[in-house]
């Protein structure tokens, strides 16, 4: 069966991958987005208008299709992504789809960055929708480190949170394992995904002014309050990072464009 897949968020750094991948393998795919567009003009992909926050167009954009890959996300609130996630289930069930794919992170059910809590109660919500659901909890993308140490690097002193590591990961690898999960049946919850290393954030800074041939003294810093004691007590990480991927590194020396949040790209409008 080759039923239409929705891809929510797929103008967005992860969705854009997931479109490339799948539409590679051939599936019909369809792209849920605020803004009228023709990035991915392929025949293979469907641009459907359609806002989560207000539940205006996905009535359309859920005809005749069996899976949801659900990647937007708004980023600015805590409560954004519940309600549209919401809206989105609600359609979801109204159109009789067959199985909804969501991409979490790691952590997100005992981390207090509002953020994440809001991710949690999205994987709750899908929980309960009664539809069929995967969830894969993922570590932060290379794209967001890298954009995240570029704004750092604008002061003369970079800051780099102290005693806090991460294991991101290439956007293209949590692509692959979203579309692989997309293409087959509803497993439920399934292995986080980390990247391959565990690195302090220093040493990130540290590798980004190396990869960027910038000089500037990096500054641990130790900030208060629970978000970041959270962060220094790895919360957001998994068990041991997974061997074998795109590290940090050769993400960097690959010249990588940047990629700020979609929330972020808005802002700056
Ligand atoms: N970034 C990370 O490090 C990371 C790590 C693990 C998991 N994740 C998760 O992976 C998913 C994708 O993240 P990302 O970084 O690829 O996101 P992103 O680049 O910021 O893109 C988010 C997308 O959401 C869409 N969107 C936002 N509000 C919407 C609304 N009201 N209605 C319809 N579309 C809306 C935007 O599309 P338009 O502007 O075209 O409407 C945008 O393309 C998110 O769920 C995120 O939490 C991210």
Redesign the pocket.
């Known amino acids: 069966m080759n039923q239409t897949i929705l891809v929510?968020?797929?103008?967005?750094?992860?969705?854009s991958h997931v479109i490339g991948q799948l539409t590679g393998q051939g599936r019909q795919v369809r792209v849920?987005?605020?803004?009228v567009r023709s990035r991915h003009g392929a025949p293979a992909v469907e641009w459907c208008v359609?806002?989560?926050?207000t539940g205006e167009g996905l009535d359309q954009a859920l005809e005749g299709v069996g899976t949801v890959v659900h990647?937007?996300?708004?980023?600015r609130t805590q409560h954004g992504d519940v309600a549209?996630t919401e809206n989105l289930l609600k359609a979801g069930a109204r159109a009789g789809s067959s199985h909804v794919v969501y991409?979490?992170?790691i952590g997100v059910d005992r981390h207090p960055l509002p953020y994440y809590q809001g991710?949690y109660r999205c994987e709750q919500a899908i929980q309960e929708s009664g539809l069929p659901w995967t969830v894969l909890r993922?570590?932060?993308?290379h794209?967001?480190v890298h954009f995240a140490l570029h704004q750092a690097a604008r002061l003369p002193v970079m800051p780099a949170l102290a005693d806090t590591r991460f294991q991101s990961i290439d956007?293209a690898e949590v692509a692959r394992r979203t579309t692989e999960l997309a293409i087959g049946e509803a497993q439920g919850r399934v292995a986080d995904l980390p990247g391959p290393q565990t690195l302090a954030m220093a040493d990130m800074a540290r590798i980004y002014l190396r990869g960027t041939g910038r000089r500037r003294p990096v500054l641990p810093i130790t900030l208060p309050g629970k978000v970041a004691r959270a962060y220094r007590q790895g919360l957001h990480l998994a068990p041991a990072p997974l061997p074998g991927g795109r590290t940090f590194e050769e993400f960097l020396a690959a010249g990588p464009e940047l990629k700020p949040?979609?929330?972020a790209r808005?802002a700056a409008r």
């Open positions: 929510t968020g797929g103008s967005g750094n992860l969705g849920l987005s605020r803004s359609g806002d989560l926050a990647c937007a996300t708004d980023g549209a991409v979490s992170i991710k993922a570590a932060q993308f794209d967001l956007t949040p979609a929330a808005r």
